[in-house]
Each structure stands twice: as structure tokens, then as C-alpha cells.
């Protein structure tokens, strides 16, 4: 079983830039698809950014060109990159990841507690 910790959130103007950083727990990390969620005020997560077992990454539309998500499989830990933000990318941001099927797709099988993100304006 994977534990993740989030961690980076905080209170940035609009335009700043924050780093998150996911630790993961766990023997297989490397097989494991890594992915960054976020929940706004609303009824349902939205998908982020997601990083492949082989580092292949994939990107929500609203974040392209804004956002980078990389891994680091000696140190365990999963980052997101994130630049230019906007006030509408305020939201709690979830790390996740997954043994099996497409990065971008549900199910997700492991969950940290969440990073509250705010942009102010």
C-alpha cells in the first residue's frame, strides 16, 4: 500500500509561481502512475496533471504551458511545476497514483490528505 504526503501549497499573487511535491511511501513507486488532482468549491475533483511509469506526462487543457509535473524515483517524490498562476487554479490539490491502466483515466487507487493552493488577485 502507497502513502503520499503533499506538500508546497500556499497563498501566491496571481502570476506567481508554487511548487508541490508529493512524497510517496511504498516498494514500487517506479511502476506506478503519479498524478495530481484538484477541488475547487463544486461538486467533483479535476483532473491536473499525470506523470507515466515511464515519465510520459499529460496535462488538463486550463493548465498547458503553465504547469509541469515530474518525478524523481530515487527521492520517492512527484512535483508539480506550477507558473502563471491564475486565481481560478485556487483549490485543495490532491497527489495520487496508480498500479495499473492509463494515467489520465480513473480509478486512482492511493490518495494523500491535500494541499490548499490559493491565488489571490
Known amino acids: 500500500q502507497v502513502q503520499l504526503v503533499e506538500s508546497g501549497g500556499g497563498l501566491v499573487q496571481a502570476g506567481g509561481s508554487l511548487r508541490l511535491s508529493c512524497a510517496a511511501s511504498?516498494?514500487?513507486?517506479?511502476?506506478?502512475?503519479m498524478a495530481w488532482f484538484r477541488r475547487a468549491p463544486g461538486p467533483e475533483r479535476e483532473f491536473v496533471a499525470a506523470i507515466s511509469q515511464f515519465a510520459n506526462t499529460y496535462y488538463t487543457d486550463s493548465v498547458k504551458g503553465r504547469f509541469t509535473i515530474s518525478r524523481d524515483n530515487s527521492k520517492n517524490t512527484v512535483y508539480l511545476q506550477m507558473n502563471t498562476l491564475k486565481p481560478e487554479d485556487t483549490a485543495v490539490y490532491y497527489c495520487a497514483a496508480k498500479s495499473v491502466g492509463a494515467p489520465t483515466t480513473p480509478p486512482y487507487d492511493y490518495w494523500g490528505q491535500g494541499t490548499q493552493v490559493t491565488v489571490s488577485s
Open positions: 511504498g516498494r514500487t513507486f517506479s511502476r506506478y502512475a
